[in-house]
């Protein structure tokens, strides 16, 4: 047993097991995010439980999936079907490209949906104090479902940087408590920030695209050939990268943080005019 640890304990482990760590909390922002959404969705006496419960079984069957695709790999890579409609639907299909897609028009759907609901409530007020729209259950259920689909995005980029299992699954296990440590101050920030969930949604809209976008490429990628990348309408399907999603969000916080402050000051200036 020493022996074992000592095998994994060398510096390449080691700094692979920092990276993987910085990989999960970077590629776990959006994932959190969902979570202290969609647990709003639950009764109010449960959603505490509905986050921890949700997170647990999440990362719990993030190792099995990790463990699952570190031995078939190479058969989730293969295209099961490829697509010639010359001009309409071109090019390969595998799991990969399955899972992304189901997920990104999930996540579109759940982010146009709470946003219409938004617009439609008379009292806000009494929204957020009778907020029993599903049940416990059905909310665990969802979010343990939403963690696999982003997991599979960041199980994937785990594996091409190391495939030695302890290391991998003891990153995933580290972002788990993480996410269990900061869940509650998140929702709870949301909470009191209102507006904040707004500009929450309209990011889970943008994480939707990117995932239509890894799936146009996940078969060419898994297979090192272009010709499988999905075309739609004769044009390809491109993934957009990180850093443009990251600097999308920080474009998308830095509006909302300025208006929510010039509004501010808007209104203080109009209350002062208004006792002069």
């Not at 599903?134 to 479902?145: D, F, G, N, P, R």
């Not at 998140?186 to 929450?200: A, H, Q």
Request: with cysteine.
């Amino acid at each position: 047993m020493l022996d074992y640890v000592a095998q994994l304990a060398t510096l390449e482990n080691l700094g692979n097991l920092l990276m993987l760590c910085f990989l999960q909390a970077v590629l776990g922002f959006d994932n959190l995010l969902y979570i202290s959404i969609e647990s709003q969705r639950a009764p109010v006496a449960q959603q505490a439980a509905v986050r921890r419960w949700g997170i647990l079984i999440a990362v719990a069957l993030r190792v099995i999936l990790l463990f699952v695709m570190i031995r078939l790999i190479d058969a989730m890579a293969e295209p099961f079907y490829i697509f010639d409609w010359t001009g309409v639907l071109e090019g390969g299909v595998n799991f990969a490209t399955l899972v992304f897609v189901i997920g990104g028009i999930f996540i579109m759907y759940t982010a146009v949906k709470e946003i219409g609901h938004m617009l439609t409530i008379h009292q806000l007020d009494t929204d957020v104090e009778q907020k029993s729209g599903k049940s416990a259950t059905q909310v665990v259920m969802l979010i343990v479902l939403m963690n696999l689909i982003f997991s599979f995005d960041s199980v994937l980029s785990a594996i091409a940087i190391t495939d030695v299992f302890p290391i991998l699954a003891t990153a995933i296990l580290l972002s788990g408590l993480a996410m269990l440590l900061l869940a509650d101050g998140v929702t709870r920030f949301l909470e009191k920030n209102r507006m904040y969930e707004v500009l929450g949604l309209f990011i889970l809209l943008i994480v939707g695209v990117v995932l239509l976008g890894e799936a146009g490429q996940a078969a060419a990628h898994a297979m090192h050939d272009d010709s499988l990348a999905l075309k739609v309408g004769g044009y390809e399907v491109i993934p957009m990268s990180k850093t443009t999603f990251y600097f999308s969000v920080l474009v998308l916080v830095a509006v909302e943080v300025i208006q929510s402050g010039y509004t501010r000051k808007l209104n203080a200036e109009r209350r002062t005019g208004a006792k002069h």
